[in-house]
Nanobody, 124 residues
Framework: VQLQASGGGLVQPGGSLRLSCAVS????????IAWFRQAPGKKREGVSY????????LFADSVAGRFTASRDNAKNTVYLQLNSLEPEDSGIYYC??????????????????WGQGTLVTVSS
């Protein structure tokens, strides 16, 4: 069971990036997926969550209205679109999976498998 996050990079404030999380070894359709981020010296923060049922994605207040999330079960890939980026959005972005339905999606302890992370840097 593996998760592979990609798509990070250096972008100017106001710019956009699309992150991908490719999963292998299991069917994406059976798993809840969340995105977290961690900036240097800060705790890992829940950014977005999308359930296996395909319901409306959930977002942290700090990114709501700027980020969108989607999943393509046929491609076993989850996407996180980052728009109107701010320097405070910088950090390593991780995707994580849970086989069981997650209630408090923003708590890292609910996720058994994590990707290696992709670095997002927002700077002029």
């Amino acid at each position: 069971v593996q998760l592979q996050a990609s798509g990070g990079g250096l972008v100017q404030p106001g710019g956009s990036l699309r992150l991908s999380c490719a999963v292998s070894g299991f069917s994406l359709a059976d798993y809840d997926i969340a995105w977290f981020r961690q900036a240097p010296g800060k705790k890992r923060e829940g950014v977005s969550y999308i359930s296996s049922s395909g319901g409306r994605p959930l977002f942290a207040d700090s990114v709501a209205g700027r980020f969108t999330a989607s999943r393509d079960n046929a491609k076993n890939t989850v996407y996180l679109q980052l728009n109107s980026l701010e320097p405070e959005d910088s950090g390593i972005y991780y995707c994580a999976s849970s086989r069981a339905r997650v209630v408090l999606w923003y708590l890292p302890r609910h996720y058994a498998t994590w990707g290696q992370g992709t670095l997002v840097t927002v700077s002029s």
